[in-house]
C-alpha cells in the first residue's frame, strides 16, 4: 500500500509560482505513475498532469500546459508540481495520486490519493 502527501500550497497572486510536492511511501514499486488533480468549488475534479514512474515521461492537460511542470525525485519518492503563470482559475485544492496501472489519466484510474492541498490565486 502507498501514502501520499502533499506539501507546497497556499495563496499566490496572478502571475505567480507555486512548487508543490508529493512524498510517497510504502510499497511504491508498485507504482506505475503519478498523477496531479485538481477540484474548484462546484466543479468536479480535473486531470492536471502525471508522470510515468519508470521513465519520465510526462502529460498534461491542456489548461496547464506550457505553465505547469511535473518532476520526480526517485530518491526521496517525492513528485513535485512547479506551477507558474499561475491564474485565479488555477484555485482549486491540489491532489497528488498514485496508479499501479497505464490508465486514461482519469481520477478513477488512480488507486492511492493524499489529502489535498489549497491553492489560492488572487487576482
Known amino acids: 500500500q502507498v501514502q501520499l502527501i502533499e506539501s507546497g500550497g497556499g495563496l499566490v497572486q496572478a502571475g505567480g509560482s507555486l512548487r508543490l510536492s508529493c512524498a510517497a511511501s510504502?510499497?511504491?514499486?508498485?507504482?506505475?505513475?503519478m498523477g496531479w488533480f485538481r477540484q474548484a468549488p462546484g466543479k468536479e475534479r480535473e486531470f492536471v498532469g502525471a508522470?510515468?514512474?519508470?521513465?519520465?515521461?510526462?502529460y498534461y492537460a491542456d489548461s496547464v500546459k506550457g505553465r505547469f511542470t511535473i518532476s520526480r525525485d526517485n530518491a526521496k519518492n517525492t513528485v513535485y508540481l512547479q506551477m507558474n503563470s499561475l491564474n485565479p482559475e488555477d484555485t482549486a485544492v491540489y491532489s497528488c495520486?498514485?496508479?499501479?496501472?497505464?490508465?486514461?489519466?482519469?481520477?478513477?484510474?488512480?488507486?492511492?490519493w493524499g489529502q489535498g492541498t489549497q491553492v489560492t490565486v488572487s487576482s
Open positions: 495520486a498514485s496508479t499501479s496501472y497505464n490508465g486514461d489519466y482519469s481520477p478513477r484510474d488512480f488507486q492511492t
Open positions: 510504502g510499497r511504491t514499486f508498485r507504482t506505475y505513475a
Open positions: 508522470i510515468i514512474w519508470s521513465n519520465a515521461r510526462t
